[in-house]
């Protein structure tokens, strides 16, 4: 048994180009240490197809864990920890590409120094509570001034809104009814989040809330299974250990230990300086060591998807409406 053990999210749901891309950039990238290499495969309903993604594989030597469809990512990551005895364990989902030679050696250095207890790919400074405060100032802003939010809408998707834009084009009559299809969304979503105050606002902290991102990070083995969990039946549940006011970085920091993000150079940053490190949602994510869906859209984004992102990651709340959108950094 080696000391290291790697544990890749195989999630039948994705298909087959994810995984494809993370054995791929396994194989490229050596990883510098000994590791053990778990696969969850998970949600496989046959034989047949569950020996189909084992396959993709190849000759790698895979310690094979299969696991229902259920818990969402973390979910599985716990369950799989359970069954495996490395004393280190390395979380990698179904995304997960990485990106630059001994990256386990990277991250295994970096939790090894003094003082730190987790150790990720990517942080953020981003609280959910900051999507109900900006939701009500963009409420109150659209009352105020109805044709700049008109406006906006049509010239493509608000700060806090994932939707596609109204069309621009077409006759009169068509121009209104989008926009008008477009405003009710945008007012249903504003007063979903509103409504559910409790999920937004009570389990999380406000701005700046510091959390290692629950992809591609290292942890003690005996660590990570004390950590206290609520359940991850459903997506609150899972922002909650990730963001929330007992998140895994928030237990880390508890027991005076440092969450840190280790870049694809070996160079490990603490809280203050993860939004310089250039591997989240800024700079263009020149130093990131292993990327996933989250990152790629940043990657290959809009230049006002990556306004959004960078917002959303390391910005007060107050900046993402109206004209205050903070500049792409380059």
């Known amino acids: 048994m080696a000391q290291i053990g790697v544990i890749y999210l195989c999630r039948s749901a994705e298909g087959e180009r994810p995984v494809r891309r993370f054995v791929d950039s396994y194989r490229a990238h050596p990883a510098g240490l000994d ?15 569950r020996a189909a993604a084992q396959a993709l594989f190849g000759e790698l030597p895979v310690h094979a864990i299969e696991l229902e469809d259920r818990g969402y990512d973390i979910g599985s990551y716990v369950a799989a ?19 630059a030679d001994d990256w386990l050696k990277k991250f295994d250095d970096a939790l090894s120094l003094a003082g730190v207890g987790l150790v990720g790919a990517t942080g953020s400074w981003q609280s959910s509570r900051s999507l109900y405060v900006a939701g ?31 069309p621009s084009i077409g006759t009169a009559g068509e121009v209104i009814r989008a926009d008008a299809r477009q405003m009710c969304r945008r007012f249903f979503t504003v007063l979903y989040r509103l409504l559910r105050f409790d999920h937004y606002v009570v389990n999380h902290a406000r701005y700046p809330n510091p959390h ?10 005996d660590r990570f299974l004390a950590l206290r969990a609520s359940s991850f039946r459903t997506k609150f549940g899972v922002y909650k250990f990730e963001s929330g006011r007992q998140s895994l970085t928030q237990q880390i920091l508890a027991q005076n230990l440092r969450p840190v993000v280790v870049d694809r150079n070996g160079r ?53 409406i109206g004209e205050h959108r903070p500049p792409v950094q380059r």
């Open 35 to 49: 590791h053990d290499l778990h696969v969850i495969f998970k949600g496989f309903c046959s034989e047949d197809s």
């Open 81 to 99: 920890a359970r069954l495996v005895a490395n004393p280190r364990l390395i979380f990698f989902n179904t995304f997960t590409e990485l990106l």
């Open 136 to 166: 009500l100032r963009s409420a109150l802003h659209s009352v105020r001034h109805p044709l700049d939010y008109l406006s906006r809408l049509r010239a493509g998707p608000l700060p806090i809104d994932g939707g596609r834009a109204a």
């Open 212 to 221: 290692i991102r629950t992809n591609a990070f290292m942890i003690e083995r």
């Open 268 to 320: 490990v940053y603490d809280v203050a300086d993860w939004q310089s490190s250039s591997t989240y949602c800024s700079n263009q994510q020149a130093n990131l060591i292993a990327a996933d869906n989250r990152t790629r859209d940043y990657a290959e984004g809009s230049q006002q998807l990556r306004a959004r992102l960078q917002a959303h990651a390391w910005e007060h709340p107050a900046s993402w």
